[in-house]
Antibody, heavy 122, light 107 residues
């Protein structure tokens, strides 16, 4: 059974940093593109970032480019999102999601974690 | 960026009725359109991929159609468990984008 379990959320002051983690199980993690998607309270879904299977290629939404870094540890089967210069607009539930494809990426999401809440507040 | 516009924003429907949700893209995305269901306090779930392809385990009352810029998600006979917000998402180009969502309420 595919499982994605996010952790690392919490309350951070504006300007602060935080690292989110997503532990994967039930599939060959190193073979799949992975994504982060976020959802502000009461709002819709917003794509944040993606990474290819070996971690050599990454992409970001403009809203987080230069502040967030996506990376992965395939030996630990874990996806990460390192976030810096956090602002109120980053308050959201952050989901990790699996891309169904391993070659070029399908750029959609067949499995999602339960999400972890980041609150940026002073 | 490709903008996806869903309509309606909200729909209140009686069980067994048919539900139709539309998603319009700001430019052609061929069939690179996917549908998700998100129930309250749950993570999204993939319902339909590539506009009309079914997903294993998803009830057959869910179907999708369309290509280019206009897409439709249809629930043939609504059940109480279908109360949720439905999102479309395009995979044609980065950044990946979602529609604003359609909330379906059971009368």
């Amino acid at each position: 059974e595919v499982q994605l379990v996010e952790s690392g959320g919490g309350v951070v002051q504006p300007g602060g940093s935080l690292r989110l983690s997503c532990a994967a199980s039930g599939f060959t993690f190193s073979s799949y593109w992975m994504h982060w998607v976020r959802q502000a309270p009461g709002k819709g879904l917003v794509w944040v970032s993606r990474i290819n299977p070996d971690g050599s290629s990454t992409d970001y939404a403009d809203s987080v480019k230069g502040r967030f870094i996506i990376f992965r540890d395939n030996a630990k089967k874990t996806l990460y999102l390192q976030m810096h210069s956090l602002g109120d607009e980053d308050t959201a539930v952050y989901y990790c999601a699996r891309d169904p494809y391993g070659d070029f990426g399908g750029n959609y999401f067949d499995y999602w974690g339960q999400g972890t809440l980041l609150t940026v507040s002073s | 960026d490709i903008v996806l516009t869903q309509s309606p924003d909200f729909q209140s429907v009686t069980p067994k009725e048919k539900v139709t949700i539309t998603c319009r893209a700001s430019q052609s995305i061929r069939s690179s359109l996917h549908w998700y269901q998100q129930k309250p306090d749950q993570s999204p779930k993939l319902l339909i991929k590539y506009a009309s392809q079914s997903i294993s385990g998803v009830p057959s009352r869910f179907s999708g159609s369309g290509s280019g810029t206009d897409f439709t998600l249809t629930i043939s006979t609504l059940e109480a468990e279908d109360a949720a917000t439905y999102y479309c998402q395009q995979s044609n180009s980065l950044p990946l984008t979602f529609g604003g969502g359609t909330k379906v309420e059971i009368k």
